[in-house]
Nanobody, 127 residues
Framework: GQQLVQSGGGSVQAGKSLTLTCRAS????????MAWFRQGRYTEREGVAK????????YIADSLKGRFAISRGDAESTISLHLNDLAPEDTARYIC????????????????????WGQGTQVTVSP
């Protein structure tokens, strides 16, 4: 069946970097909008970054531009989220999602556009 499997994450000090990976199986990976969201303990789920695997179009949340990046992973059917210069406010559960390529045609982050979600991975940043 279709599933998204995440890896990476953990606990780091402020200023450090992490890379999260999401592997899609059972999808036509070449025509999918793959996205990362995050949810803090007391915050709503928010969009972080997304990539259209058919044309490479990328969106990064405005507040995260310059620190976070998204790319196709080295392994087949994977995407990576690169978190740089991490700060305590980046502490959250990071969740991979897959949707139709239409979800990557705009800079909005509508949860209903994503039909599959990964299991989430915790990132904790200490001061």
């Amino acid at each position: 069946g279709q599933q998204l499997v995440q890896s990476g994450g953990g606990s780091v000090q402020a200023g450090k970097s992490l890379t999260l990976t999401c592997r899609a199986s059972g999808y036509y990976y070449g025509r999918t909008c793959m996205a990362w969201f995050r949810q803090g303990r007391y915050t709503e789920r928010e969009g972080v970054a997304k990539i259209d695997t058919s044309n490479g179009r990328i969106y990064i949340a405005d507040s995260l531009k310059g620190r976070f990046a998204i790319s196709r992973g080295d392994a087949e059917s994977t995407i990576s989220l690169h978190l740089n210069d991490l700060a305590p406010e980046d502490t959250a559960r990071y969740i991979c999602a897959a949707g139709d390529t239409a979800a990557c045609n705009h800079g909005l982050w509508a949860l209903h556009e994503y039909y599959h979600w990964g299991q989430g991975t915790q990132v904790t940043v200490s001061p």
